[in-house]
């Protein structure tokens, strides 16, 4: 991985020490107390996972709650594992419409809070949030109101022991005209189903009047000698439509503002659902949400979900020797100008870290995204903020570079003993980064740049980049 990524992260570390020194200043100017400063930073960013009934391993509602965890909780944060937002802040896109995570400010506030004592405060300053008790939808609770199709696949129960499962139901698509959807999400149909549901696909089976759904913007597999794409399994799942992936973790897709997905009467959702035993019977499935555009509004561009792969040399090129660290790479040719709404980097236990870059036609090179601390509990979506969205043009290669740690030192690894292959399975491996992406004609290519710059730009329009670079 690249030098100057781990020594900012280095940086990161010492500035997380300096943070944690029970002498520091921002611990002696003020008493840090749960239930004025504390308290309120939870609500916001942790409590909708560690409540009661919820995924996490903990409730954190109360000072009762959260006190015998002090010292962890100061560990997570300072080390960004929580909350889960492990895309790296020195590179790439930095502006997201679902950030999650905690400002430097509010990892201090914590630290200062356990070096002190971890003491309560007046009981009379804690304002509770209300818990929720019931099943939710990530995107209501974010604002964007109740999901107005929900769409729920047949129930399957995974015994306590058993090989993994593919369970591929169909279901219809409740609408009577054609709707425009901007944004979807999954979740299991009930909290158990958290245990057993890895991963879910809502495949859109689609109307002959609707096959511009079908994308054929980007080239995905491998390559001849010539340069041209070679007939993959990968490229033509990739061109397959889909409303949604969901895995361990993730929350929604919103589609960039404009852009959406056209279902039509007659259409149906083809589920692949992987499921995994738990240790005891588990009986759940997946639920697809789906907020529409009001009628009249319909956005002008369609947006397609892509896989973009991590394997330069097909699935069966990924080999990842018992004990070891392993390292693959894709590339995928974007064969129109191209804007990338969002990153997902998707792996299984061994997956460590994942960058994706773009390789211009002129041969230059910049980062779009960098996860440098996968955790497979946590896969996490990362929708860039609107002003924020890259663009780039036709004949770009997207480059996913793929980590992989197969050692003892990986927690999440089962069995560092054993040598891993590309698979469906938990235990198996895989690299790909899901990205959905709109296209641009040419003369839109050209406005959009000239308004907003070409390739990562962060929200800063071309001026006053260039005014930045000349001071």
Known sequence: MPGSKLQLGAGALV??????????????????TFTK???PILQAKCQSCHEPGSIGPMSLVTYQD???WARSIKQRVESRQMPPWHIDRSVGVQKFKN????SDEQVATIAAWVDGGALE???ADFKAKPVNKELYWQGERDGYGPPDLVISAPMQTMPAVHQDEWWRPVNEIPVTEPRWVKMVEIRPANVEGRKILHHSIAYHILSPDNTAAVNQGVGVGRFSLSGSAAASAADLVNRRPQLMEWAIGKGYDRYAEG???LIMPGEKISWDQHIHAAGEAVTSASQLGIWLYPKGQEPKKRSYLVGFTGLKNGTEGLDIPPNSIAYTEGFNVLKENTAITNFQPHFHLRGKAMQVEAIFPDGRTQTISYVKDFN???MTNYIFADDAVPVFPKGTIIKVSAYYDNTKANKSNPDPDQWVGYGDRTVDEMAHAWMNVYYLTDEEYKDYVAKHGEGVTNGVPPRNRTQQQQQ
């Open 99 to 102: 950030d999650m995570s905690l």
């Open 37 to 39: 400063d504390v308290s």
């Open 259 to 261: 852009t959406g997905k």
């Open 121 to 123: 405060g007046n009981p």
């Open 15 to 32: 500035l997380g020490a300096i943070c944690a020194l029970p002498g520091s200043a921002a611990a002696q100017q003020k008493q840090v």
């Open 376 to 378: 497979f509990n946590w």
């Open 66 to 68: 959260a006190r015998p």
